[in-house]
């Protein structure tokens, strides 16, 4: 099980499969733990938008964007 509820804090612990994403509702506080994969905007277009395989497994991984995202604002 990669939920646990501790404290009343639901806990995902990865890796997470889609059933332990099952109880889990907008709006909801989840805590993460375990590992955590991190890559920029440019990485992740190149996974996306070219197919190109990264590094690490990342099956039922945690995904997290590391990096500055700035958009210009208008005048």
């Known amino acids: 099980m990669a939920v646990e509820i ?5 806990i995902l612990v990865t890796p997470v499969s889609a059933e332990d994403l099952k109880d889990i509702h907008i709006g909801d506080i989840v805590y993460l733990t375990g590992d955590i994969t ?33 958009r210009p604002l208008g005048d």
Not at 6 to 10: A, E, L, P
Not at 39 to 51: K, L, S
Request: glycine share 8%; aromatic share 0%; charged share 40%.
């Open 6 to 10: 501790k404290d009343g804090k639901k």
């Open 38 to 70: 991190t890559c920029r905007d440019v990485a992740h277009r190149r996974v996306v938008e070219e197919g190109r395989e990264i590094p690490v497994d990342v099956r039922d991984a945690a995904i997290l964007h590391a990096g500055p995202i700035i």
